[in-house]
């Protein structure tokens, strides 16, 4: 099983980002699947989760009308378009699971289980 992000850069703000999370070792057809970040300093937090099985998805306010997540079930991938990004979205960010769980909202509240490597975005003022 591996969750492998890539996409991350430097930018500026205002500017805009794709990620891709690679999932292999598994589909992405059941269980919930999100995007986290850790800035330095910081706790690791939730910035976007989605439910495979219904396609609900679950953003933080900070997160709202700035990012979407989706994903391409024949590529087995996730994205996360990020607009209007702010210097304070600055950060590690990591496609994460857990195999157990489905609901996006539980996801990203409860916390995955299984960690991909992370990707750097830069957000430079």
């Known amino acids: 099983v591996q969750l492998q992000a890539s996409g991350g850069g430097l930018v500026q703000a205002g500017g805009s980002l794709r990620l891709s999370c690679a999932a292999s070792?598994?589909?992405?057809?059941?269980?919930?699947i999100g995007w986290f970040r850790q800035a330095p300093g910081k706790e690791r937090e939730a910035v976007s989760c989605l439910s495979t099985n219904n396609d609900i998805t679950y953003y933080p306010d900070f997160a709202k009308d700035r990012f979407t997540i989706s994903r391409d079930k024949t590529k087995n991938m996730v994205y996360l378009q990020m607009n209007n990004l702010r210097p304070e979205d600055t950060g590690v960010y990591y496609c994460?699971?857990?195999?157990?769980?489905?609901?996006?909202?539980?996801?990203?509240?409860?916390?995955?289980?299984?960690w991909g490597q992370g990707t750097q975005v830069t957000v430079s003022s």
């Open positions: 994460a699971t857990d195999f157990g769980q489905a609901s996006s909202y539980a996801l990203c509240h409860r916390g995955p289980t299984e």
């Open positions: 070792g598994f589909t992405l057809n059941r269980p919930a």
